[in-house]
């Protein structure tokens, strides 16, 4: 009886987590957060953000802020007489509703010139491609890991 529940519950933590794992959140410049002399094209080059995702920037509360701009806004630095972005926090979280280029800029004076730039490229929320081996390795790992929960699944069922 006690093996059985425990395959149940195997099957459903194994079916799960695939679903749980698929929304990211990423905290904008990892550790160091929002602020200046911080890198974040090096910081979002290795990432791939999907529509459903959600962006933190962290910052010490009035220190800095979050806008978000148009390509040419970013390239000029200019921050937008509208904030799209709610309150300034330190804790700002954005959730990345559609697919295509964002960018963000701090609107204090200077910050932006300074560094605290980010433009992102959110993909369709259906897996892209994978286009290297690891990526692959990965998607086949995630494909066997939700075979195996639905046979341990299967496997219960038939045993009670
Ligand atoms: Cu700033």
Not at 46 to 74: I, M, P, R, S, W
Not at 86 to 107: E, P, V
Not at 110 to 128: N, R, S
Not at 143 to 156: D, Q
């Amino acid at each position: 009886m006690a093996l059985h529940r425990s395959l149940v519950i195997f099957a459903i933590v194994a079916l799960m987590a695939p679903a749980i794992s698929s929304a990211m959140e990423y905290v904008v410049g990892g550790d160091d957060g929002w602020k200046l002399g911080v890198k974040y094209e090096d910081w979002a080059k290795d990432k791939q953000f999907v529509v459903g995702d959600t962006l933190v920037f962290k910052y010490k509360g009035g220190a800095h802020n979050v806008y978000k701009v148009t390509g040419d806004e970013f390239k000029s630095c200019t921050v937008p007489s509208n904030n799209s972005l709610g309150s300034f926090t330190g804790n700002d979280t954005i959730r990345l509703a559609t697919a295509g280029t964002k960018w963000y800029i701090c609107g204090v004076q200077g910050h932006c010139d300074g560094g605290m730039k980010l433009k992102i490229t959110v993909l369709d929320g259906a897996p892209a491609p994978a286009p290297s081996a690891a990526s692959t390795l990965f998607s086949k790992a995630t494909n066997f890991h939700v075979l195996l929960g639905m046979i341990f699944a299967i496997a219960a069922v038939i045993m009670v």
